[in-house]
């Protein structure tokens, strides 16, 4: 069974930094990508980055040169350093991974990012 465990949200003020962690076990197959989305209240969930099996990223445009992706592909383990916190930064965080064959999401239960103003 696919397990996908978060950890490192919480409560920081504008500018400040948080590291989330998510640490996948119970893999079958291979590692496509690995990656975090988020969910405002009242938003839909969007990609923020991912990163894929050969190392390439890629970060949706608000978070870029701010978050940063990483990986410990041995340990199916993924990082998001998160610096420069918004308070549109806000919202629960999900940690997904990507295997095939055949295609396969797996997300984790999420975590709470608060950024305070």
């Known amino acids: 069974q696919v397990q996908l465990v978060e950890s490192g949200g919480g409560l920081v003020q504008t500018g400040g930094s948080l590291r989330l962690s998510c640490a996948a076990s119970?893999?079958?197959?291979?590692?496509?990508?690995m990656g975090w989305y988020r969910q405002a209240p009242g938003k839909q969930r969007e990609l923020v980055a991912r990163?894929?099996?050969?190392?390439?990223?890629n970060y949706v445009d608000s978070v870029s040169g701010r978050f940063t992706i990483s990986r410990d592909s041995a340990n199916y383990t993924v990082y998001l350093q998160m610096n420069s916190l918004k308070p549109e930064d806000t919202a629960v965080y999900y940690c997904?991974?990507?295997?095939?064959?055949?295609?396969?999401?797996?997300w984790g239960q999420g975590t709470q990012v608060t950024v305070s103003s």
């Open positions: 997904n991974v990507e295997t095939f064959p055949p295609l396969t999401d797996y």
């Open positions: 119970g893999i079958i197959g291979r590692l496509n990508t």
């Open positions: 990163i894929f099996s050969g190392g390439s990223t």
